[in-house]
Structure formats: C-alpha cells, structure tokens
C-alpha cells in the first residue's frame, strides 16, 4: 500500500479455517488501517519474516459472524477473498 492511498481508513476481516472446506471457522479477527495522518513513523520499524520496513498492525477478535455473510449485509459492494493457503 502506498502512503497517498492512506487518505482512506480501510477495515479487514478475517476468517481462519483449520482445513480446507471447512465449514465454520475457528477464529475471526479484524483490523484497520487508518488514514495516514494518523500514522506515527516512530511505529515504522522492520518486520521479522518479510525483512523489510513497515507497522505490526494487531488483530482484535469480532462477532462470529463470517465474511461472506458480512459482505451480504453492506450498503457498498463488498469484495472478500478467501486466500486457501
């Protein structure tokens, strides 16, 4: 993400599955990013794994509602992926 599109605030919501084809799913997280005047770069720091500079951003649990049934309920067209790795 590039910092001019940071003039938006951007919410994500998780699903993690244990297996493929599961049904339900054991844990539901979201977070956001938020605009980037909000942002302080004394957070910028390098991110183990990826090795490259960027902001541990937190996951807080939600309401066990999935993302595809969340999606159903917006006034904004929603998109959701389900990333199968």
Known sequence: MT????DF???????????RGDKKP????WFQITK??????KKIEILPVLNTRGI??????REETPVIEKAK???MESR??????
């Open 3 to 6: 910092w001019y599109d940071l």
């Open 9 to 19: 605030v951007f919410w994500y919501n998780l699903d993690f599955y244990k297996n």
């Open 26 to 29: 054991l844990h539901y997280y």
């Open 36 to 41: 980037a005047y909000d942002w302080d770069e």
């Open 56 to 61: 541990k951003i937190a996951l807080e649990e």
């Open 73 to 75: 309920n917006t006034y």
């Open 80 to 85: 959701y992926t389900k990333n199968s790795e």
